[in-house]
């Protein structure tokens, strides 16, 4: 079977970080795409696993020399990219690629890999996303406000990805997912 790139979207605190991680542990044949950002970690995010923190002119630099296969500015605030490098050895060596990235990302994804699928993932309400992002618990109330306002623009946007999924149940919507690459 040829080895897919399958883009997992959708608003904050919707949980595609526990879907991705679900899939990659479940799955020997999928891997998972460490993104570059300016952000600063938050509490228990380890450099290289959860995210690859570079400086502001670190992530110029790739951007530059054209080392990231996409890359967005988030929530009007800190930049995230896709270092292109390792997506491209791990599909060479047969491995699905899961990357979880914002909207604006998966479809810059899509136009340099057509085949890529691009799966939206949505809260099962608006109401349960609130609430989901209050039990994290790690943004401050204006980062709050600023993630749902993006969440309702890139909600409308939904409908121009190749799937949609419900984030009801991880194990569910996880195997949801794995079914949909089997059968694209
Ligand atoms: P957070 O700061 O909560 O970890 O992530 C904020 C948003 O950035 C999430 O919607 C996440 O999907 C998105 N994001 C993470 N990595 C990337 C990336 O490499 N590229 C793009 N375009 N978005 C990303």
Redesign the pocket.
């Known amino acids: 079977m040829i080895a897919k790139l399958v883009v997992l979207?959708g608003?904050?605190a919707v949980g595609?970080?526990t879907l991705a991680s679900y899939i990659i542990e479940q799955n020997k044949d999928y891997e998972l795409?460490v993104?570059?950002?300016t952000?600063s970690p938050r509490p228990g995010e380890i450099d290289g696993i959860s995210?690859r923190f570079v400086s502001e002119d670190e992530f110029s630099r790739m951007q530059q020399s054209n080392e990231l296969l996409?890359?967005?500015t988030?929530?009007g605030q800190?930049r995230?990219?896709?270092p292109r490098f390792p997506v491209e050895k791990a599909l060479a060596e047969g491995k699905n690629v899961v990357?979880?990235?914002?909207v604006?990302?998966?479809f810059?994804v899509k136009k340099s890999f057509p085949e890529a699928l691009l799966v939206f993932v949505n809260p099962p309400s608006f109401e349960e996303l609130e609430a989901r992002m209050e039990k994290r618990g790690t943004e401050s109330p204006e980062d709050k406000l600023r993630r749902l306002e993006t969440a309702t623009s890139e909600l409308s946007q939904a409908d121009s990805f190749d799937f949609q999924v419900i984030n009801d149940e991880v194990a569910r919507c996880a195997q949801e997912v794995v079914d949909l690459v089997k059968s694209n």
Request: proline share 4%; glycine share 10%; charged share 20%.
């Open positions: 979207s608003p904050s595609k970080g795409s993104s570059a950002t952000r995210y996409e890359w967005a988030v929530h800190h995230y990219g896709t990357l979880e990235i914002d604006q990302g998966a810059q």
